[in-house]
Antibody, heavy 119, light 107 residues
């Protein structure tokens, strides 16, 4: 059974760096074809894709966050970490991590973590 | 970036209705399209991938089709559990992009 769980701060101040961890079970990020992505959703808004990392270290980022975002994986810990620098109130959103198989959609999602950016 | 234009933004329907939601890509994405259902306060749930492949465990009243750059999600007979917001997403090229969502509400 595949599960994912996001963890991290729920409140950050403007200009601070946000670090979110996605801890997963039921699959290995060293298996061919597997990836983990991050998606966010501002209150009342649509889904926004942020980044993805694959089993082979292939990594991609949203251009809207390109210079601020980093995604890494720790295969031994079954974790993926998302870092966003210089947080702003417009970055207030629920952040989700999700599992995907190449050629398919994101079939398993974490429950999400609401991150509020406020001084 | 590939733009995904989803319509309508809101759809009012009754239980038993046949419902159709459309998503148009700004350029060719082959069949690399997924559909998700999201209920308030919950994570999205994958319904369809590769434009027309039904995700395991999803009821067969959901189906997907494509014609060029236009993609359609159809619910053959709307059930009470189907009132939710639906999103399309292309994964043909980066950055992946989502449509703006279609809220299916009770008429």
């Amino acid at each position: 059974q595949i599960t994912l769980q996001e963890s991290g701060p729920t409140l950050v101040k403007p200009t601070q760096t946000l670090t979110l961890t996605c801890t997963f079970t039921g699959f290995s990020l060293s298996s061919s074809g597997v990836g983990v992505g991050w998606i966010r959703q501002s209150p009342g808004k649509a889904l926004e894709w942020l980044a993805v990392i694959h089993w082979n270290e292939d990594t991609h980022y949203s251009p809207s966050l390109f210079r601020r975002v980093t995604i890494t994986k720790d295969t031994s810990k079954n974790q993926v970490v998302l870092t966003i620098t210089n947080m702003d109130p417009v970055d207030t959103a629920t952040y989700y991590c999700a599992h995907r198989i190449v050629a398919a959609g994101m079939g398993y999602w974490g429950q999400g973590v609401l991150v509020t950016v406020s001084s | 970036d590939i733009q995904m234009t989803q319509s309508p933004s809101t759809l009012s329907a009754s239980v038993g209705d046949r419902v159709t939601i459309t998503c148009r890509a700004s350029q060719s994405i082959s069949s690399w399209l997924a559909w998700y259902q999201q209920k308030p306060g919950k994570a999205p749930n994958l319904l369809i991938y590769q434009a027309s492949s039904l995700e395991s465990g999803v009821p067969p009243r959901f189906s997907g089709s494509e014609s060029g750059t236009e993609f359609t999600l159809t619910i053959s007979s709307l059930q009470p559990d189907d009132f939710a917001t639906y999103y399309c997403q292309q994964y043909s090229s980066y950055p992946w992009t989502f449509g703006q969502g279609t809220k299916v509400e009770l008429k």
